[in-house]
């Protein structure tokens, strides 16, 4: 299977106040249209990973690859490229820009990575909220939206450049259970329709049970 994102040997340390080892010898692979989710207590270290993984944080020793090419030490702005570019990213907060329309909210990721013209990315950005079964919402002001559509859109928007990954940090956390079924639906149709790998980090067990793969992270070290 073709790997997405392969991590070799990550150790990483926190240094103040005091010295403290938070991952201890990550060595994780994630395939082509896989769906892995990774759990662990608070303080287990995942969401320190998940932050090496989106390539946001560079201060670890390993290794970490994304489609096959070596992340590790490259320039803060290649690292925005690569990320803007290859990773989708959903949070436990959908952070749109509340003055802005739906659609405008969407597009902002394409229009920084300027591959594209204004026309082609509003195109873009309304097949990505139809997919979503909320295209008739793209000229409402975010601020107007309930919070189910709201995490619609950070999903549409976390999908515009058509990542090689979608990465979320509890990305049902702040939903209620009808929309944090909507949230897993959509990530499984992703995958089986678009061949897209995703890993994400909840405290949902059954969630997280329902995916291909569990990950079980313990003081920094992967359990299984």
Do not use: C, W
């Not at 073709?2 to 010898?25: A, E, G, Q, R, Y």
């Not at 990721?109 to 309304?126: F, G, R, S, W």
């Not at 999908?159 to 702040?174: A, F, K, R, V, Y």
């Amino acid at each position: 299977m073709n790997s997405i994102l392969v991590t070799k040997h990550i150790d990483k340390h926190f240094h103040k106040p005091k010295d403290f080892h938070v991952l201890k010898d990550i060595s994780i692979e994630v395939s082509k249209g896989e769906f892995v989710s990774i759990m662990g207590k608070s303080g287990s270290g995942k969401s320190t990973l998940l932050y090496i993984l989106s390539t946001m944080d560079t201060d670890y020793t390993g290794e970490l690859y994304l489609n096959n090419e070596l992340i590790t030490g490259k320039t803060p702005q290649e690292l925005s490229r690569i990320r803007n570019k290859n990773i989708g990213f959903v949070f436990q907060f959908h952070y749109l820009l509340s003055e802005f329309s739906v659609i405008e909210n969407v597009m902002l990721p394409a229009k920084k990575l300027a591959e594209k013209t204004h026309e082609e990315i509003e195109n873009d950005a309304i097949e990505k909220l139809k997919m979503l079964n909320i295209g008739h919402l793209a000229k409402q002001r975010a601020s107007r939206i309930s919070g189910g559509e709201k995490q619609r859109v950070a999903i549409a928007r976390a999908l515009i450049n058509n990542p090689s990954i979608l990465m979320g940090d509890e990305p049902t956390g702040n939903l209620d259970s009808h929309n944090s079924e909507n949230v897993f639906s959509i990530f499984k149709r992703l995958k089986e329709e678009e061949g897209l790998s995703l890993l994400v980090v909840t405290h949902d067990e059954d969630f997280a049970q329902r995916t291909d793969r569990l990950i079980t992270m313990e003081d920094g070290k992967i359990l299984q």
